[in-house]
Structures are given as structure tokens and as C-alpha cells.
């Protein structure tokens, strides 16, 4: 591989991974439990910023490593496992495609006031487009790239006109007024819970930027891709918080609840309402993407010999079956957001468990690498932190399917 193709192979994967992080499940989530915690959520986002760090820095070298996808880990390093993961991210990568198409359609609303039925058909189908294409990598990549700057551009705007309470923030991130473990999980799994876990690292070895040799590229392309998250996270979540400390009152409550768009509202008025339609519609067209690319990819535990244009088409069925469910349910696609990301968060442990026990325990499916004892550590030390959030907020998570 050319330095030219492994270069853009890696930056592919850190914008699909970056990108699927800080989507309309996380905006959603930011504003309701910056409204709900305040100045002290700060504390959520810089814990989701450090589990991000050890899941991807692992999971990334593992896929690398091996040259396998992460059934196939699983099944290599116990028996059976990688269907049991396989089933579980694609159930909840369909969950959060239906609330990252009704996020497009939130988005659309905001933008042009569009229906949002309608908009989410629209963002499904001009996602099927791309999948149909002759080109679809190629396109998949440029559509994550362009929305990533817009998104991007559109938070710096929001955060800089709310004027938040920066130094109150930054106290807060490390020294928390109060620390809830539900709100943690529930971040965790909107950021690098489910499907996000695999995105970037699948995106690699579709691109075949694998091997010890690329060692080196990967675990910066790595932190590259969570650096990228973490900005983007704060920055929503000061833009955010000064709407909230200037007093404005924003409503949870009701079908109709969208606090990320009440947020820029108050804002930026009237445009930041707009503008908010279009962070929304970026973040969901990257997050329908992301989800169902790497969601389809885990159906190679069941066939893998499944050929790029088989994985497009079934792609394609697999965002067509999340259009179809989001345009039956009557669960407010804000809620929906909120909801999946606890789920995420509690897949998340299962999947970690089970490569950081191939890390330690299966040097036969490291082809001669060392694995460095300390990221082995880290990622154990991890584990037993997702596990115990899970417990603590199984009950409170599946108490939002009746609230």
C-alpha cells in the first residue's frame, strides 16, 4: 500500500469513527443531561473521553493486529462469542438507525420545516443512494468529510454566541458536584458504546491498512479520531451549558421535546434554530452511515465470504428496515437517542471484555506481537468500570421504554 492510500485509508476511519461518536444521539443526550446536571456534566464527557481512549486504542491494535473483523476475533478467542456480539450490535446499531433517521428529520424540521416522517425518508434514502453507487467507499468518505466541517463550524458558532461559564465548566470536569452513573453509561454508549466501538477499526481493514507494520499509523490515526471527539464534545457541551446558566428554561418534557433545538434557539434566535437543523441533518446523515456500514459488517459472523457489493446491498436493506420501523413507531426520536445510547453502554462491556481477553490470554492471533501489558491493563481496569456502570443503571435504562 502507498503512503498516499494508507493516509487516506486512516483518515477515512478517523472521520467515520469521530464522526458516528458526535452524532444526534450525543447532541440529544449533551442537552438533556447538560439541563438535568448543569456544569457538572463536564465530568460525564471527560469519563467518556478516557473510556473512549482505552476501548479504541485496543480495539483498533487488536483489529490491526489479527486482520480480522471483530466476530471473527470473538469466535477465534471463545467459541460462539462472535455471534452473541454480532447479534447484539446489530440490534442496537438498527435502534439507533431508526433515531439517527428520525435525528435527520428533527434536522430537516429545523432547517425548512419540513415533516419530519418526511425528512427522515428523505436522509434514508439519500443514504441508500450512496450505498448504490458504483463508488460507494469513495462517496461514503466524502459525505462523513463534508459534514464533519459543517457540524463542526456550526458548534464553534453556537458555543461562541451562548457565552458559557467556562471556568465553572473546567472546575467541574475534574471536580464534579455530583457524578450519576446512568448519565455516564448512557454517554459511553452514545460515544463508543454498540456499533461505534468497531467503526473506524472495520474501516481500516476494509481499506487493508492492517498488520504489525501499520502499528505505529493506527495508534495515531487513533488518538487522532478521539482527540477529534473530545473537542467536539466539550465544545456542544459549553455551547449548551450557557444557554442553560443564562436561566433560559429548557422543556424535557412531552413527545414533541427536542432540547438541542430549544438550546440553539436560545442561542442564536431564529437562525440558530436553522443552524441547528443543519448540525442535526450532518450529524445524522454521518450517523445513518456509520451505523449501518459497520452494523452490516458483524453479518459476516454468519457468511464470511460475503463479497463489498453484497455488504452494500445489505446495507441498503438494512437502512430500508430502519426507514420502514421509524416510520411505524411513535416513540419520539429524541427519546429513542437517549435510550440506545444506554444500551450501547451496556453492549459495550461484553464486546471489551472479550477482546481484552484475546489481548491477554490468545497470543496465537497476534502473529508474533507483543501486546503492550499496559494497554492490556488500561483495557481490564476498563472493563471492570463499564461492567460496574452497567449494573448501577441497567434498571434506570429500560425505565425510559415506560416513562
Known amino acids: 500500500m ?14 467515520l469513527m469521530s464522526m458516528s461518536a458526535v452524532g444526534p444521539g450525543f447532541i440529544t443526550q449533551t442537552a438533556t443531561f447538560t439541563v438535568k446536571h448543569g456544569a457538572a456534566f463536564a465530568f460525564a464527557i471527560l469519563a467518556s473521553v478516557i473510556i473512549d481512549f482505552v476501548v479504541q486504542a485496543n480495539v483498533w491494535r487488536i483489529v490491526t493486529v489479527t486482520r480480522m473483523r471483530a466476530p471473527a476475533i470473538a469466535n477465534a478467542a471463545i467459541p460462539g462469542s462472535g455471534y452473541l456480539l454480532a447479534v447484539l450490535v446489530i440490534i442496537g446499531g438498527l435502534f439507533f438507525n431508526i433515531g439517527n433517521i428520525g435525528g435527520a428529520g428533527l434536522g430537516l424540521n429545523a432547517m425548512i420545516d419540513l415533516d419530519p416522517k418526511i425528512g427522515g425518508a428523505a436522509a434514508a434514502i439519500a443514504a441508500i443512494a450512496i450505498f448504490l453507487s458504483r463508488r460507494a467507499g469513495v462517496a461514503m468518505d466524502r459525505v462523513v468529510y463534508v459534514a464533519a466541517f459543517i457540524k463542526l463550524a456550526l458548534i464553534l458558532y453556537a458555543a461562541f454566541v451562548s457565552g458559557p461559564p467556562v471556568a465553572q465548566a473546567l472546575y467541574e470536569t475534574v471536580l464534579p458536584s455530583n457524578i450519576d452513573f446512568f448519565t455516564i453509561t448512557t454517554i459511553v454508549g452514545g460515544t463508543v458504546g454498540g456499533y461505534i466501538t468497531y467503526a473506524g477499526a472495520h474501516r481500516l481493514l476494509d481499506k487493508g491498512t492492517v498488520g504489525v507494520e501499520n502499528i505505529g499509523a493506527v495508534n495515531r490515526a487513533a488518538l487522532s479520531g478521539i482527540a477529534i ?19 433560559v428554561v429548557i422543556d424535557l418534557s412531552g413527545k414533541g421535546a427536542n432540547p438541542a433545538g430549544q438550546a440553539f434557539h436560545a442561542a442564536a434566535g431564529d437562525i440558530g434554530y436553522r443552524l441547528f437543523g443543519a448540525v442535526f441533518l450532518a450529524s445524522a446523515m454521518t450517523s445513518i452511515i456509520g451505523a449501518a456500514y459497520t452494523s452490516v459488517s458483524f453479518l459476516t459472523a454468519f457468511k464470511p465470504d460475503m463479497t463489498e457489493r453484497q455488504r452494500n446491498n445489505a446495507t441498503v436493506g438494512f437502512i430500508a428496515f ?13 427519546a429513542m437517542l437517549v435510550f440506545v445510547g444506554g444500551l450501547n453502554g451496556l453492549v459495550l462491556p461484553i464486546g471489551l471484555s472479550i477482546f481484552m481477553y484475546a489481548a491477554w490470554k490468545r497470543a496465537d492471533l497476534m502473529h508474533g506481537y507483543h501486546y ?3 494497554l492490556i491493563g488500561l483495557g481490564v481496569l476498563t472493563c471492570g468500570l463499564t461492567w460496574f456502570m452497567a449494573y448501577k443503571s441497567v434498571g434506570a435504562i429500560f425505565a425510559m421504554l415506560t416513562a
Open 2 to 15: 502507498s503512503a498516499k492510500s494508507r493516509r487516506a485509508a486512516l483518515i477515512a476511519a478517523i472521520f
Open 229 to 247: 471527539t473530545g473537542v467536539l464534545r466539550y465544545i456542544l457541551f459549553l455551547a449548551i451549558l450557557g444557554v442553560v446558566a443564562s436561566g
Open 372 to 374: 503492550p501489558r499496559w
Open 322 to 334: 430502519s426507514l420502514f420501523a421509524y416510520m411505524l413507531i411513535t416513540t419520539p426520536p429524541a
